[in-house]
């Protein structure tokens, strides 16, 4: 073989291990971050937790909201978490105790929007006025920056001896306001008339 070729070869074959050499150092060197936007996110878990909890805190460091699971399943693409058994509580000063259940859920990445399924419930506690409040339906979404409990489901709707039915539902939970809407049925005990809360009908 040509000498002078085969000096171009050993060149050559040096060169392109320079190089590749030079691409695994810059890729080890490279931050997480950029080596992760390189990755496309897929809606599958990449943590989860058993006996989940989180609660938001009011300015003078008081529990405004607590999140609770049995077990709680995250996903990278979306950043939000499927919710076994999920209960949220609203707590105000001097205001009855507000927890809303289902038997799963799912909340969003910043814990703003909780969505409760199948055998969902809403129970305010009596107090302040007011009797104890049920509502159940197959779908409740809680919305924690607004104080406010909806739902676009069939619902019942039981506030002491009074009971009724709807279309759909939102109640808020700042003045203690329930909003029923579509077709509404039911009674109202001559007793409840004079509670602090209120109920309301309308359209939708």
């Known amino acids: 073989m040509n000498p002078s070729r085969i000096t171009s070869l050993l060149s050559l074959i040096a ?3 320079l190089a590749g050499g030079t691409y695994w150092l810059l890729q080890a060197t490279r931050p997480p971050a950029a ?3 390189e990755r496309v ?3 599958a878990p990449d943590y989860f937790a058993d006996h989940f909890s989180v609660s938001e805190l009011d ?4 529990t405004q909201y607590r999140l609770t699971a049995t077990k709680m399943v995250h996903y990278e693409d979306d950043e939000n978490s499927d919710l076994t058994l999920p209960a949220i509580r609203a707590f105000q000063p001097g205001k009855p105790i507000v927890t809303a259940t289902g038997d799963r859920g799912t909340v969003n990445g910043d814990a703003s ?3 409760l399924y199948d055998n969902a419930r809403i129970l305010r506690a009596a107090g302040a006025g007011d009797p104890e409040m049920q509502a159940d339906s197959v779908h409740f979404r809680v ?5 406010v409990i909806e739902t676009e489901k069939p619902v019942k709707l039981r506030r002491g001896q009074s009971i009724a039915t709807a279309s759909a539902m939102k109640y808020n939970n700042v003045t203690r306001v329930v909003q029923l809407f579509g077709n509404v049925r039911g009674y109202i005990a001559a007793s409840d008339m004079s509670g602090a809360g209120s109920a309301g009908a309308g359209s939708k």
Request: proline share 0%.
């Open 15 to 17: 060169l392109a291990a």
């Open 35 to 37: 080596r992760d936007e």
């Open 41 to 43: 996110k897929t809606h």
């Open 59 to 62: 300015q003078s460091g008081s």
């Open 113 to 115: 929007i909780v969505d």
């Open 143 to 147: 919305l924690v920056n607004d104080d």
